[in-house]
């Protein structure tokens, strides 16, 4: 039987998840995808026996939307993050000094000659990002040091600045919730960014001082093979999505994947790649359900989580 076109109602002030589910309804172009991409979160959300991966690109983070990547983490709703380098030098930076709300055509040269940064519609002081940064990733590292430390995973560092921050700094970060939840932030990447900078910088006078990627890779196998379900909610691509499933094609593949992109499939990158396609390698599993909703994470996400909360709870 034909399924009918619904309009859409909003006279009535819908909640978010009645609002997703007219999305549904309606068989709009993009609202659909959406909608169905929330069916999807909330019942990874909400299954507690599934190992929970949430993999997402540093440039989020310098937005409003590292909040939302929090309450996933505070509240318990993921077990393990994987992302890039600059995850870890946005939320310590965000943590000491604000950044600022810019524009996308803002004169360049301009801003360099100001000592301002634009990170897309960003504006980021110079003097609130590299300098905080290299000040307390030196304390951290020193610290670190003299309490006996020769090799450290990035799971641990990331757990060593959301300590450093301490609770009133790290109040909305990332890093200090991950610490208190106990959960693993994974940076395959970590030389590629300030604070990997920063490790390298403390190497030249301490050449006996590593990081173990190894140990984190080994933390992620057992997290993989320990999994009774897996599942991953994935933001955008690069290292941080392709980390996480190629570690669990070795389980057969994901039990459950939720992607959001704005790249393009046709170009052949893993970025653009859908799930479908993930299937193919063994990364995703053929009778999964999964999803790739194509969008602006920072638009999408706080819309998705807040609809898929609010159903679950």
Same mark, same amino acid.
């Given at each position: 039987? +034909? ?7 909003? =006279? ?8 997703? +589910?007219? /999305? ?14 929330? =069916? ?26 590292? %909040? ?13 993050? &994987? ?7 946005? =939320? ?6 604000? @950044? @600022? ?9 301009? /801003? ?53 921050? %301490? ?6 970060? /990332? ?23 920063? &490790? ?7 050449? =006996? ?19 009774? +379900? ?14 996480? &499933? ?12 939720? @992607? ?39 638009? /999408? ?13």
């Amino acid at each position: 039987m +034909r399924r009918v076109v619904e309009d859409i109602r909003i =006279d009535d002030g819908p909640s978010l998840d009645t609002l997703m +589910r007219r /999305l549904e309804a309606a068989g709009g172009f993009s609202a659909k995808a959406v909608a169905q991409g929330v =069916d999807l979160l909330a019942e990874i959300l909400a299954d507690e026996e599934m190992t929970t991966f949430l993999s997402f690109p540093a440039a989020i983070v310098a937005t409003g939307t590292r %909040g939302v990547l929090e309450t996933l983490v505070r509240e318990g709703y993921v077990d393990a993050v &994987i992302t890039t380098c600059g995850t870890l030098d946005h =939320d310590l930076a965000r943590s000491l000094r604000p @950044y @600022y709300h810019g524009a996308w055509d803002l004169d360049d040269a301009e /801003l360099y000659r100001k000592g301002l940064y634009r990170l897309g519609n960003l504006v980021i002081p110079q003097s609130h990002y590299g300098r905080p940064v290299e000040q307390r990733m030196q304390r951290i590292l020193k610290r670190l040091y003299a309490q006996g430390v020769r090799q450290l995973s990035t799971r641990e560092l990331s757990w060593a600045i959301g300590e450093e921050l %301490g609770p009133k700094a790290g109040a909305g970060s /990332l890093c200090r919730a991950a610490l208190e939840r106990k959960v693993p932030i994974f940076v395959p990447g970590i030389t590629d960014g300030a604070v990997g900078s920063q &490790i390298w910088l403390f190497w030249q006078t301490h050449k =006996d001082l590593s990081i173990d990627l190894l140990d984190d890779e080994q933390k992620i196998s057992d997290l993989v093979y320990e999994a009774k +379900r897996a599942g991953a909610i994935m933001l955008g691509g690069g290292i941080s999505k392709h980390h996480t &499933i190629w570690w669990n094609q070795f389980r057969d593949g994901l039990d459950a994947a939720l @992607y959001v992109t704005t790249a393009v499939e046709w170009d052949g990158s893993l970025s653009g790649a859908r799930t479908r396609e993930a299937v193919s390698w063994g990364k995703v599993k053929p009778r999964a359900r999964h999803t790739t909703v194509d969008g602006d994470a920072t638009l /999408l996400l706080p819309l998705m989580v807040g609809a898929a909360l609010e159903r679950i709870r």
